[in-house]
């Protein structure tokens, strides 16, 4: 007798958000950034990701975020030294910047895990924290090739630097072949950390291995890219012929040449987007819990092709109705069901405080390649 399929139980996400009464506090938190000189940019943090996730709903009961500016503000300060030492180091010498470069793509793994743990431990729903318990050397063990290729573009900048005879064979073939060979497998390996290592009460989460998808998503996404490429070659070709009658200046030729490759990009950001999107979470589960998106592609793009409009034509004004906007369309695209209810999840032993360094080192510097 074959067992019959358990029943699933629908949990739909909510956002309740408004984009005239998110602009509020956006403007109150623009204004007094700049009267701080970017000290309150920490308290401004915490009240948007407060806004966003207590605006978000799953089943009826909204999320939460704990965490604190002061920690923020801490790691804020960290950020702007690693930055400086990095924008400076070269200016002193190749040796002072290698070494720079060096000694970030080594930490990049233990500020990746403290990201992790700050956003998760200090994220709530229905009073349960999310969690993320890797060990440093879980971290150290995924993230050993982004590492290594980290490293090894530090070595092509030196050959470049040093060597005329290896300069172009480094610098334009070789490490630009190996990262688009290694990049899906890498990504693939960072989001499967991720997910696995995440919690929500004494639940764990898991993920399957997509690695195939990530290959074909990205594949799809180089021939959108490609495809882009050739249309905005003709494009350039005609707006050049059109200036050059017009007798244009090249500032005037450089702002069509960015607004033409911005198009480009609308396109092939939001594909890439929402393919990885549906791929992380129909393979992210919990022992009772399965994930899905509804997500598409064009009505992303048609979002994003608005809210650039807008924001373009209202100087910036209209930025926080974009991102509610943005907000509202991905939350309530995605899909959860359980075949129990959430209120069995049985909440943690393990809710410590986290220190905000890593979560914003990574920030300010993209380690943190969440969706």
């Keep these: 007798m074959v067992a019959a399929a358990p029943i699933t139980t629908p949990a739909p996400f909510e956002f309740t958000g408004d984009g005239a009464e998110y602009f509020r506090i956006w403007v109150i938190n623009l204004l007094l950034t700049l009267a701080t000189l970017g000290i309150y940019s920490a308290w401004a943090k915490v009240r948007k990701a407060r806004y966003f996730w207590q605006n978000t709903r799953l089943a009826g009961h909204p999320f939460d975020f704990h965490g604190r500016p002061a920690a923020i503000l801490r790691g804020r300060i960290l950020v702007v030294v690693m930055l400086l030492a990095y924008s400076w180091s070269f200016q002193f010498s190749l040796a002072a910047g290698v070494v720079t470069l060096t000694i970030l793509g080594v930490l990049a793994p233990w500020l990746f895990l403290k990201a992790q743990q700050f956003r998760l431990y200090n994220t709530s729903h229905r ?46 073939v070789i490490f630009p072949l190996l990262i688009a060979v290694l990049l899906p497998a890498l990504h693939h390996r960072l989001k499967a950390f991720q997910h696995r290592n995440a919690t929500f009460g004494d ?122 906007a943005l907000a509202r369309y991905r939350i309530t695209n995605m899909r959860m069901s359980t075949v129990a209810p959430l209120e069995s999840v049985d909440a943690g032993a393990d809710i410590r405080h986290r220190s905000a360094i890593g979560y914003e080192a990574a920030d300010g510097f993209g380690f943190d390649i969440g969706l």
């Design 203 to 324: 639940q764990g989460f898991g993920f399957d291995s997509a690695l195939g998808a990530f290959y074909k998503t990205y594949l799809k996404a180089l021939g959108v890219g490609l495809l882009s490429m050739a249309v905005l070659a003709a494009l350039g070709t005609a707006l050049a012929l059109a200036l050059s009658r017009w007798h244009a200046t090249p500032a005037m030729a450089s702002v069509a040449f960015a607004m033409l490759g911005s198009t480009v990009y609308m396109f092939i950001w939001p594909y890439m987007s929402v393919r990885l999107q549906q791929v992380v979470w129909r393979h992210t589960h919990t022992d009772s819990v399965s994930f899905d998106t509804t997500i598409g592609v064009w009505g992303l793009m048609r979002l994003v092709g608005k809210c650039v409009a807008l924001t373009i034509l209202t100087a910036g004004l209209y930025w926080p109705f974009a991102a509610v």
């Design 127 to 172: 009073g349960l924290r999310f969690g993320f318990p890797a060990r440093l050397r879980d971290a150290y063990w995924m993230a050993w090739p982004h590492v290594l290729l980290w490293l090894g573009l530090v070595a092509s900048s030196v050959a470049v630097a040093t060597s005329p005879s290896t300069r172009y064979a480094a610098a334009f």
